[in-house]
């Protein structure tokens, strides 16, 4: 009977253990669905309460973007509830950043315990009294009767009209007023001098750097022949064009002075280096060919390196040179010193997370030797950006769904969420 009892009372020790949460165990429910604000891991709120509090917690974010998360658990073990949800608030980076104005609510059962965890935004609107007041008149009858789904939903339903009925909502009125008394004082037609005097000073700013960095782009090269192809390739008459639409003065500027550098170019690249005569030419067709060697050739082939030959009519002087592809998918064989090295299968070692990089063996193999190896790269680690459709989202530089689904954080009004931080404030009660 003793190791029957033994037995039993290990077993249940080992339930204790593993019903524990830590910051970092408790699921964060947003990642898989945005409207969904509630984490109940345990079910210990009712699905029809979960449903009215993430209407009303959406609500809440669409009208004045505060994000609030709502946990409940049955244990976190032995650690202090203030402590568990400071960090899992700054876990979770809950609210705006910047603006910090993020709420966590967290409700644990076998401390009996109900605490509010605020962001640094969010201090001054829901100071720690009244975060208490909340718990103690519209939460503890509840959660005493451990009606703790009520209690909860109860809870959320006073923080929601609280902070939609508050002084908080008049932010932006108190904006339009000051706009429309400087209007009133200032007068329109001051107004619309000083626009387009600094419209005109953003189009000389913008002027002088494009022409600066368009004379760099055309002469970056000591050879003229050089310049002559950057000249052919140079984006600036497009990207002209286009700043013309927004930008007029500076738009033209730069068209101008693009078929200035260009025209300038044509003529120098034409007067052969060595005898100085006007007869050097580029190279095309079977007269290109015979002056590159097998590999030259090959890259031309696939496309992962152009090469372009001068020569001159009078002297006979080559001159040759190469421009290799950015975004080419080929890199220099090590072994050939071929532009060939194209990378193949992958394998990944070591998935990224959101605080160390990952690890990718890819094989690479020579298109021209075919000598072929494995190399180890590091993949960046996940990082958490904004979605202007959808809100934040958490993805990796390279590829998210190279290491699971895709997810999203945010809300509905395309609001930049994720990045809050807490500092302490909030309350806690006991029931």
Same mark, same amino acid.
């Given at each position: 009977?003793?190791?029957?009892?033994?037995?039993?009372?290990?077993?249940?020790?080992?339930?204790?253990?593993?019903?524990?949460?830590?910051?970092?165990?408790?699921?964060?429910?947003?990642?898989?669905?945005?409207?969904?604000?509630?984490?109940?891991?345990?079910?210990?709120?009712?699905?029809?309460?979960?449903?009215?509090?993430?209407?009303?917690?959406?609500?809440?974010?669409?009208?004045?973007?505060?994000?609030?998360?709502?946990?409940?658990?049955?244990?976190?073990?032995?650690?202090?509830?203030?402590?568990?949800?400071?960090?899992?608030?700054?876990?979770?980076?809950?609210?705006?950043?910047?603006?910090?104005?993020?709420?966590?609510?967290?409700?644990?059962?076998d401390q009996r315990e109900i605490v509010f965890e605020t962001g640094y935004g969010m201090e001054e609107i829901l100071p720690d009294a009244l975060c208490y007041r909340m718990q103690q008149e519209y939460m503890v009858p509840y959660l005493k009767d451990n009606e703790?789904?009520?209690?909860?939903?109860?809870?959320?339903?006073?923080?929601?009209?609280?902070?939609?009925?508050?002084?908080?909502?008049?932010?932006?009125?108190?904006?339009?007023?000051?706009?429309?008394?400087?209007?009133?004082? &200032?007068? #329109?037609?001051?107004?619309? %001098? *000083?626009?387009? $005097?600094?419209? /005109?000073?953003?189009? @000389?700013?913008?002027?002088?750097?494009?022409?600066?960095?368009?004379?760099?782009?055309?002469?970056?090269?000591?050879?003229?022949?050089?310049?002559? &192809?950057? #000249?052919?390739?140079?984006? %600036? *008459?497009?990207? $002209?064009?286009? /700043?013309?639409?927004? @930008?007029?003065?500076?738009?033209?500027?730069?068209?101008?002075?693009?078929?200035?550098?260009?025209?300038?170019?044509?003529?120098?690249?034409?007067?052969?280096?060595?005898?100085?005569?006007?007869?050097?030419?580029?190279?095309?067709?079977?007269?290109?060919?015979?002056?590159?060697?097998?590999?030259?050739?090959?890259?031309?082939?696939?496309?992962?390196?152009?090469?372009?030959?001068?020569?001159?009519?009078?002297?006979?002087?080559?001159?040759?040179?190469?421009?290799?592809?950015?975004?080419?998918?080929?890199?220099?064989?090590?072994?050939?010193?071929?532009?060939?090295?194209?990378?193949?299968?992958?394998?990944?070692?070591?998935?990224?997370?959101?605080?160390?990089?990952?690890?990718?063996?890819?094989?690479?193999?020579?298109?021209?030797?075919?000598?072929?190896?494995?190399?180890?790269?590091?993949?960046?680690?996940?990082?958490?950006?904004?979605?202007?459709?959808?809100?934040?989202?958490?993805?990796?530089?390279?590829?998210?769904?190279?290491?699971?689904?895709?997810?999203?954080?945010?809300?509905?009004?395309?609001?930049?969420?994720?990045g809050g931080h807490s500092g302490g404030g909030g309350s806690r009660s006991r029931f």
């Open positions: 009977m003793k190791k029957l009892l033994i037995i039993f009372s290990l077993n249940l020790l080992v339930f204790c253990v593993r019903a524990s949460y830590t910051p970092e165990s408790i699921p964060d429910v947003r990642l898989q669905d945005k409207y969904n604000h509630v984490s109940n891991p345990d079910g210990i709120i009712d699905t029809s309460d979960v449903q009215e509090i993430n209407s009303l917690l959406n609500n809440l974010e669409d009208s004045l973007t505060i994000e609030v998360q709502v946990v409940a658990v049955q244990s976190i073990g032995e650690e202090d509830t203030r402590m568990f949800a400071n960090k899992l608030f700054n876990l979770w980076e809950i609210g705006l950043k910047g603006k910090d104005n993020g709420l966590l609510i967290l409700l644990v059962i703790f789904s009520a209690g909860m939903r109860e809870g959320v339903r006073e923080v929601t009209r609280y902070l939609l009925e508050g002084d908080y909502s008049f932010d932006s009125q108190e904006n339009k007023q000051g706009e429309s008394g400087f209007w009133a004082k &200032f007068g #329109a037609w001051g107004i619309v %001098s *000083l626009f387009i $005097g600094v419209f /005109i000073l953003i189009n @000389l700013i913008f002027a002088r750097n494009f022409i600066r960095s368009l004379k760099k782009e055309y002469t970056k090269k000591s050879n003229a022949a050089e310049n002559l &192809f950057y #000249a052919h390739n140079n984006i %600036s *008459l497009p990207v $002209g064009c286009l /700043i013309s639409l927004f @930008l007029p003065l500076t738009g033209i500027l730069v068209i101008f002075f693009h078929l200035y550098y260009r025209n300038k170019i044509k003529r120098l690249a034409s007067v052969c280096p060595q005898c100085e005569k006007t007869v050097f030419h580029q190279q095309i067709g079977q007269e290109h060919d015979q002056y590159l060697t097998d590999k030259e050739k090959f890259e031309i082939k696939i496309k992962s390196v152009e090469h372009y030959v001068f020569c001159c009519d009078s002297c006979s002087y080559v001159f040759k040179f190469n421009s290799e592809e950015k975004h080419s998918d080929f890199k220099r064989c090590p072994v050939c010193n071929t532009k060939a090295f194209k990378r193949g299968e992958e394998k990944i070692i070591k998935p990224p997370s959101f605080k160390t990089k990952g690890e990718s063996e890819f094989t690479y193999t020579c298109l021209f030797c075919n000598h072929s190896e494995n190399i180890i790269e590091p993949v960046a680690k996940l990082i958490r950006s904004t979605d202007s459709s959808s809100g934040s989202s958490y993805r990796s530089s390279s590829s998210r769904s190279s290491f699971g689904s895709s997810s999203s954080r945010g809300s509905s009004s395309g609001s930049s969420h994720g």
